[in-house]
Structures are given as C-alpha cells and as structure tokens.
T-cell receptor, first 112, second 118 residues
Framework: DAGVIQSPRHEVTEMGQEVTLRCKPISGHNSLFWYRQTMMRGLELLIYFNNNVPIDDSGMPEDRFSAKMPNASFSTLKIQPSEPRDSAVYFCASGDRAEKLFFGSGTQLSVL | AQKVTQAQTEISVVEKEDVTLDCVYETRDTTYYLFWYKQPPSGELVFLIR??????QNEISGRYSWNFQKSTSSFNFTITASQVVDSAVYFCALSEAYSGAGSYQLTFGKGTKLSVIP
C-alpha cells in the first residue's frame, strides 16, 4: 500500500505564475479531499470529490483556485495566478467508508 | 455549523509526565464522529483514533487514552508517561456521520503543539 502520493513535495514559484499540485489517492478509495494548512487558519477543507465528482467546493478561496479529478487515481489543484498569500502546505487525503482518512505528505508551497 | 476548539495552543512537559490535550466541539448533528490526528515535525498527518457519538466508552491504546463526554461536548486525549517522540502537533477533528454522499468531511481544530523535554 503506497499511501496517498502528492507531488511535488516542495514548490517555490513567483507571484503570478501558475501552480499545479498533484495527488494520487489510495486505490479503491472513492473520496478525495484537498486541505490547506496555514499558521493563521489551521487546516481548511478546500474541496472534496466523491467518485470523481466534486461534492463541495465551498472552501475554495477564490476563482484563482480550481481542482479536477479526471479519474479515480488522479487529482490536481491549480492556482492561477498564484499570490504570496497562497503560501501554505496543501494536503490531499483519500478515504472510503472505512474509519479514517489517509493523508499525503503534503506540498509546501511558497509564492514569492 | 461544526466547530472544534483546542484551547491549548502549546504545551511543554518533561519526559515521563502525563499530559492531557483538550478538545471541545460543537455540532447540531445527533450522529457524528470525532478524530485525533498527530502531525510530527516531518509534517504528515497520522490518524490516531475515531469515535462515534453513540460510543462514550473511554479507550486506551498503550500510553494513549481518550475520554469522550457527550454531556460536555469534549473529547480529551491523554498521553501517559510522555516521551520525546510524542512531540508533535495534535489535531482534534469532527465529522458528520457518513451520509452516502461521500466519505468523512473533517472539521479540524487549530491544533495543540506538544513539546516533551528530555
């Protein structure tokens, strides 16, 4: 079991650039979540998918953020254009009807 | 709306001391789940426990124990005989019951940073 795989592990970019974060959920899990962690706001749910369909994107902060899940084994979170206040750790998590969510190792994003 | 409050921002204890991390939650749901996650310095989030709202039995797992009290909306976590490896940020989280529309959508507290000093 490889767990939830996120890439890249670290991303440093300049303001205005497009950023794409990637996630491969655990095989067989039907739900996928994107969370953002900052010192000020803690862990915030951005969006979640069930069976590849977005269920709730009310946590997505602005239109600059978009997420897709083209198939059961891949999801992306895109920020275009990026801004310094987007700097955070972005976590992807997957789950099913089991007892817990499995989190990836996160992507540390720094927007200069 | 759901809310999780972890009033202790940071705690420092000396190794082998016991420590309790507090968690208070708010929800209108009658059926819900409570979780604790650990985030060590390496950054990943590690699942520790899940409890459902119908089960108020305390649980013990090695040096860890959890006290769920529905009457006070609390789900406190105690580490007995703390060790340096317990140093981490601990998050309490709440979710509504699985509805069939998706898996558990967690609302997290702000976390408590525990430092265990040798």
């Amino acid at each position: 079991d490889a767990g939830v795989i996120q890439s890249p592990r670290h991303e440093v970019t300049e303001m205005g650039q497009e950023v794409t974060l990637r996630c491969k959920p655990i095989s067989g899990h039907n739900s996928l979540f994107w969370y953002r962690q900052t010192m000020m706001r803690g862990l915030e749910l951005l969006i979640y998918f069930n069976n590849n369909v977005p269920i709730d994107d009310s946590g997505m902060p602005e239109d600059r953020f978009s997420a897709k899940m083209p198939n059961a084994s891949f999801s992306t979170l895109k920020i275009q254009p990026s801004e310094p206040r987007d700097s955070a750790v972005y976590f992807c998590a997957s789950g099913d009807r089991a007892e817990k969510l499995f989190f990836g190792s996160g992507t540390q994003l720094s927007v200069l | 709306a759901q809310k999780v409050t972890q009033a202790q921002t940071e705690i420092s204890v000396v190794e082998k001391e016991d420590v309790t991390l507090d968690c208070v939650y708010e929800t209108r749901d009658t059926t819900y789940y409570l979780f604790w996650y650990k985030q060590p310095p390496s950054g990943e989030l590690v699942f520790l426990i899940r409890r459902n709202s119908f089960d108020e039995q305390n649980e013990i797992s090695g040096r860890y124990s959890w006290n769920f009290q529905k009457s006070t909306s609390s789900f406190n976590f105690t580490i007995t005989a703390s060790q340096v490896v317990d140093s981490a940020v601990y998050f309490c989280a709440l979710s509504e019951a699985y509805s069939g529309a998706g898996s558990y959508q967690l609302t997290f507290g702000k976390g408590t940073k525990l430092s265990v000093i040798p």
